[in-house]
């Protein structure tokens, strides 16, 4: 069945070229094209499963309270901000960014500028910083002293004509009952200027309403008198982390496309490069930071370094292919790897699905092994057209009886590799290996036709009648020349088609690997399974680098702004204690909580004195933070009415309108996502609620270290190397009905993923989040590797040849392109190499280091595993005299043909 549907494929590209080409090649076209509209996405749901706790409980939060906080870190010394005229500046800034933009109002900018198009679109759920916390806390103030002053004249009105008329009734005269309600309402009115002389001592204001404009109040509120001047009050270290900087939190709606939030931070940044909002008093600037920031700028560069890089990697596969494939229309198969790239990525538009940071990383894995199966092809048409066994289409029908069947069946066993990927709790690693599986289907469907069609399009034979000197006949005559010259030329002296000084390398190192797998097969597969199961053991202590600072390119603006960020805040992110139950506002609650978070930062070592500079972990604004004269002594009904007085300003990030759902904040500091899990570990072991109170850990920072964490665990790596072997081993036995068959060639295939490790380990290079997958590449390309070489060595024992023969014509023929197409791989991927941004970089190495010790390894053992296989098993089938009295005879020595056929 398989054979037929191959020969039918291949036979109708041979036969129209110019049709099934053209048509392939505007598939791929058209795909290019689409995938251009792809963008990049750093969703929360691509590092975790939407199924997950976590990812649950950072969804309700985010829904609730808005998404991870972008911040605009505010670097001026206070005292010049929020004394002088740059607090309106402020203000204005941060209405802004909340997309308030009173209409006509020309300091908002241009029609279509930033807060314009803030205004538009409104991305913003909350908006907090110190303009407007200034600004409401001021408005609260007057609120409160109007409503006092409107209570003193009502109480004043009533005094006054309750003593006139009890006046009246005693029967004093007009006058004096107006004397005598003067008194009563002045009584009222010393008590209210009482109370008016308290709070303006309290805040110094005099005997005024408080203002912005008056540095006086503005100083009481925001600054700490006990401390040096210009010292912020401890418990609004939310918003002024330090006498030198404030900060700006925004939190954008949830369920903002990518494409939205991407705009939202650029609108963001240009806001804060207006001149409406520069700060002349103390010479102060903005910087747009925060991790949904770095996040966004590390996809987009990654992207973009890929693009380019993808760029230089073809131009080296090309060399490299015009290097070591030295035929006619060498850089077909390159042809045909951009064709399936192209309708791979198309196809993925065409499907809604996103484009992550591990699907990005496809790119170059897909292009690898389109080219490997289209050299296969190539090759083995070009051995039978070199070796002049009839026209183009009769060395088609041979290659879809002897070569087409074994690549398809690579093909399948490399895709069942990647497949297990699917077992991945992480959501990017499952699309990269779901993309991979599609991939590879894709590539081998265009290495059959579209790579067919290219060698089918060749000037025709001769026609019947055709005149001396007519086109046909000059197109004839253009066609004996080609297929003499590869005849005669490398294609068919070395069968595989390599120049004559990459031949001789080739077949040396042939030479080599059969002489030794001959001679010493026991000593070569005792020390290649050594030196795999040091390369396990190095495995299972390997460490993955997660520190984001690390990964990226240093020159990165959104990496050099959070680090600003951390300098100025002692934070570089922010973890939230998502508390939900209907008893929010028991004081025996808050109380739970303030304590919690009290307790917790205290084991991280953060004081007030000391602040967030050195501790890994601090407090941030939370619920508790509400109530400034303490829970003690508070009721149920106390902490309503204080509730029911906080303006929505304030409470909105901290506790839903319907208080059943509060937050308690902590910023945590930059630091490696293996150290932030175990950060957050001790903090979901201290967490001890009260009956009826729900809690869960939310946020980014909680996210990504989730993700860090299934993806490197040490454990799951290696279950997925089982599986994946497994995987493989089920295809093989499928497809090729024969334990031995499919067992033999898993042997180097196991084998090479300990080696891979061992070499890892001794070169230095890390594995990150991105690399740390990769072992089902090394089984992947191996498998390509050994099943190609053990179904063509098997072949040529059944066509008669010795198993030293055989080896050699493997190694000549099949082994050259598997080389070739290893060469061409391993070049294009040693591009990533030179990549400025270290995740990139790291990944590349891992990936060149596992393509080249899966090839090397594979070419070197195989034989050896082969040549036992055979000695054993000629071994157990010869005769002997046993008991039935039959003669036993030594096996028949390697290197003679064989006595029985090979299964």
Not at 195 to 223: E, H, W
Not at 661 to 680: D, E, N, S
Request: hydrophobic share 50%.
């Amino acid at each position: 069945m398989l054979t037929r549907v191959l020969g039918a494929v291949m036979a109708l590209a041979a036969r129209r070229p110019l049709l099934v080409g053209g048509v392939v090649l505007a598939l791929g076209l058209g795909g290019g094209i689409a995938a251009l509209g792809l963008r990049p996405t750093s969703a929360d749901d691509t590092f975790i499963s939407r199924s997950s706790p976590t990812y649950q409980a950072s969804a309700d939060f985010h829904r609730k309270f808005g998404d991870d906080a972008v911040y605009v870190l505010v670097k001026e010394r206070l005292t010049d901000l929020v004394l002088t005229s740059d607090l309106q500046r402020l203000i204005g800034l941060e209405g802004c960014l909340a997309g308030n933009v009173p209409a006509g109002k020309q300091a908002y900018g241009p029609k279509n500028g930033p807060c314009a198009r803030l205004a538009r679109t409104k991305p913003a759920k909350v908006v907090f910083g110190p303009g407007t916390f200034i600004n409401t806390s001021v408005t609260q103030l007057q609120d409160q002293f109007n409503a006092q002053q409107q209570a003193a004249t009502q109480q004043a009105e009533a005094a006054a004509e309750a003593a006139r008329k009890i006046a009246a009734a005693r029967g004093y005269s007009k006058k004096r009952q107006e004397q005598l309600a003067g008194q009563a309402s002045d009584l009222v009115q010393n008590e209210f200027i009482r109370q008016l002389y308290t709070l303006a001592t309290q805040y110094g204001l005099g005997l005024k309403l408080p203002s912005i404009s008056d540095p006086g109040f503005v100083s009481k509120l925001v600054f700490d008198d006990t401390k040096a001047a210009g010292t912020p009050k401890a418990r609004f270290a939310y918003i002024f982390p330090t006498a030198g900087s404030a900060l700006i939190q925004v939190r954008m709606k949830p369920g903002l496309s990518e494409m939205a939030r991407k705009a939202a931070i650029a609108n963001i940044r240009a806001a804060s490069r207006m001149k409406e909002w520069r700060l002349p008093n103390g010479g102060g600037r903005y910087v747009v930071t925060g991790a949904p920031v770095i996040v966004s700028d590390l996809t987009t560069s990654i992207t973009h370094s890929i693009s380019v890089l993808l760029v230089a990697a073809l131009l080296v596969m090309a060399l490299t292919l015009a290097a070591v494939f030295r035929v006619r229309r060498r850089l077909a198969p390159l042809v045909v790897a951009l064709a399936a790239t192209g309708i791979t990525f198309g196809l993925l538009r065409l499907s809604g699905a996103r484009l992550t940071m591990a699907s990005i990383a496809v790119l170059p894995v897909l292009i690898g092994l389109a080219v490997d199966y289209a050299i296969q092809l190539q090759s083995r048409l070009l051995e039978e057209l070199g070796a002049g066994r009839g026209d183009l289409r009769a060395a088609v029908g041979r290659v879809v009886r002897a070569g087409a069947p074994t690549v398809t069946t690579a093909a399948a066993a490399t895709a069942a590799g990647f497949l297990v990927l699917l077992l991945s709790p992480v959501p990017m690693v499952r699309g990269f290996g779901a993309l991979l599986v599609v991939g590879i289907g894709i590539a081998l469907l265009c290495a059959l036709t579209l790579g067919t069609a290219l060698q089918a399009l060749r000037p025709g034979d001769l026609p019947a009648g055709a005149p001396q000197g007519s086109p046909a006949a000059a197109l004839a005559g253009a066609g004996r020349w080609f297929r003499g010259r590869v005849a005669a030329g490398p294609a068919g002296r070395l069968a595989a088609g390599t120049t004559t000084w990459t031949g001789r390398r080739i077949r040396a190192g042939g030479e080599r690997a059969v002489a030794l797998a001959v001679g010493r097969p026991q000593r070569v597969i005792a020390i290649a399974a050594a030196l795999a199961v040091v390369g396990w053991v190095v495995d299972t202590g390997a460490s993955v680098e997660s520190d984001v600072q690390k990964l990226v390119p240093q020159n990165l603006p959104a990496l050099r702004d959070l680090r600003a960020l951390e300098t100025s805040t002692g934070v570089g992110g922010e973890i939230d204690v998502v508390v939900t139950s209907d008893r929010l506002t028991d004081p025996k609650v808050l109380q739970w909580m303030s304590d919690y978070q009290q307790r917790l930062v205290k084991q991280f070592g953060y004081t007030s004195d000391r602040g967030c500079g050195t501790v890994q972990l601090c407090p941030a604004f939370s619920l508790p933070d509400l109530f400034r004269q303490g829970l003690k002594g508070q009721t149920t009904a106390t902490v309503k009415a204080l509730l029911d007085a906080v303006p929505p300003y304030f409470s909105q990030g901290v506790l839903t309108p319907d208080r059943r759902t509060a937050t308690l904040a902590f910023g945590i500091k930059l630091m490696p996502l293996h150290r932030q899990q175990q950060v957050i570990e001790q903090m979901r072991r201290e967490l001890k609620p009260p009956a009826g109170v729900h809690v869960r850990l939310a946020g980014l920072p909680v996210l990504a270290a989730q993700a860090n964490a299934d993806v490197s665990s040490a454990p799951r790596r290696m279950l997925g190397l089982l599986a994946g072997l497994l995987a493989v081993a089920l295809v093989l036995l499928v497809a090729l009905r024969s334990s031995r068959r499919a067992l033999l060639p898993l042997v180097p295939i196991a084998f090479a993923t300990g080696w891979s490790a061992l070499v890892l380990a001794l070169t230095g290079v890390p594995l990150n989040p991105m690399s740390v997958t990769l072992g089902a590449l090394v089984i992947a390309i191996s498998t390509e590797f050994s099943v190609l070489l053990a179904e063509r060595y098997r072949t040529e024992r059944i066509s008669g040849l010795s198993v030293e023969g055989a080896l050699r014509r493997a190694y000549a023929s099949t082994g050259s392109a598997v080389l070739a197409s290893g060469i061409t791989a391993i070049a294009g991927f040693a591009v990533l190499v030179l990549s400025d941004i270290r995740m990139l970089r790291d990944f590349g190495a891992v990936t060149v280091i596992d393509l080249a010790v899966s090839l090397l390894g594979v070419l070197v053992v195989l034989p050896a595993v082969l040549v036992l296989a055979e000695r054993r098993a000629a071994a157990a089938l010869a005769p002997s005299r046993g008991r039935g009295g039959r003669e036993r005879r030594p096996a028949a020595p390697v290197g003679s043909r064989p006595e029985v056929p090979v299964p």
